[in-house]
């Protein structure tokens, strides 16, 4: 909805031929949000998502949804209702059973929470429900997710945990927490959205290893590695050397912990990235150029892929 372009999966047949071809796991990078599949409190938009789910099916690839329990991208009448604390919870629960059922055993792993803390550790107040019904929500959108779909794998989601801090410290609390209350969470996610402004994250096979430990899957969910352009516009070679290596660092991570075996980039073609669109002087993120052409960042995750199932 913010983008400066349609969505490039319902025209763009090049970008569905590379879809199809080189991936085996798809992600909605808007389409399963609130604002989309909820738009108006009585009314669900399915259409778009379903296209998604459909596809993934026809070309053997499996789903991650993506997500329930966020403080962005939610519809104006929630933001701007004025709801009880009853209302505001059985707005959610019938929310999580209906979208989760519709999808009921077509998605692996749903980001249950996205987001949920701050930089700092804390609840974040900008999340609705978080702010008027207190953190125990987070377990109970855990406990209807499961049940309105018990096969799907139930994740935490989030940015800024690709290293260690006290972000990451409350994210291990929260799940020690849950498990030992026998809230069915399955998994712990990093996102992954990477600058080159800030170095290799050469610690995350550490953090996720963490969550590991605790007996949970994990995951990277929304790879993208962007950089500073150039007044040119156009990367240079050393920029898209180092962007390789930080994909590289990532995967390598993934693939040295036991649990984590999902591995998702966000949008392979610069023609569709977020990035310039909210990072301005950053792009050139994702693993392809506007023509699908691959950079070397491409080439790197197929060789380490490659030779990981050796
Ligand atoms: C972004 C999408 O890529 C954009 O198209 C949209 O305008 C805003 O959201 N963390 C998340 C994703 O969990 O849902 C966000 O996706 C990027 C940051």
Not at 60 to 70: I, S
Not at 104 to 132: L, S
Not at 211 to 228: K, N, Q, S
Request: aromatic share 14%; with cysteine.
């Amino acid at each position: 909805m913010d983008q400066p372009y349609p969505d490039p999966f319902t025209y763009d047949r090049p970008y569905r031929k590379v879809l199809a071809r080189e991936f085996n796991s798809v992600s909605p990078e808007n389409q399963m949000k609130w604002e989309f599949i909820h738009p108006e409190r009585n009314r669900y938009n399915f259409g778009p998502a379903d296209a998604i789910v459909r596809f993934a099916r026809a070309n053997g690839q499996v789903v991650r949804g993506h997500t329930l329990l966020w403080h962005s991208q939610n519809p104006a009448w929630l933001n701007e209702g004025t709801f009880t604390k009853a209302e505001l919870r059985s707005i959610l629960k019938s929310h999580i059973f209906t979208v989760v059922g519709h999808y009921r055993g077509q998605i692996q792993q749903w980001d249950v929470a996205n987001e949920i803390f701050n930089e700092n550790g804390e609840y974040r107040q900008e999340n609705i429900f978080i702010a008027e019904l207190g953190p125990g929500i987070v377990a109970d959108a855990f406990r209807w997710a499961h049940q309105a779909d018990p096969k799907a794998q139930l994740f935490l989601n989030d940015y800024g945990v690709e290293w260690p801090g006290v972000k990451v410290d409350a994210y291990e609390s929260l799940a020690k927490q849950l498990l030992a209350q026998r809230v069915p969470l399955h998994g712990f996610a990093s996102q992954a959205h990477l600058s080159m402004r800030y170095g290799a994250p050469d610690q995350l096979a550490g953090v996720l290893q963490r969550f590991d430990d605790l007996g949970l899957h994990t995951a990277i969910t929304e790879l993208d590695v962007r950089m500073d352009l150039p007044a040119s516009g156009v990367p240079t070679a050393e920029q898209l050397t180092t962007q390789a290596s930080y994909y590289k660092t990532v995967l390598d991570a993934c693939l040295a912990v036991d649990g984590c075996n999902s591995f998702t980039i966000w949008g392979f073609t610069d023609k569709y990235s977020w990035v310039p669109v909210f990072f301005p002087s950053e792009g050139a993120a994702t693993i392809m150029w506007d023509d699908f052409a691959k950079k070397p960042a491409y080439y790197t995750l197929r060789d380490t892929l490659r030779a990981a199932r050796r």
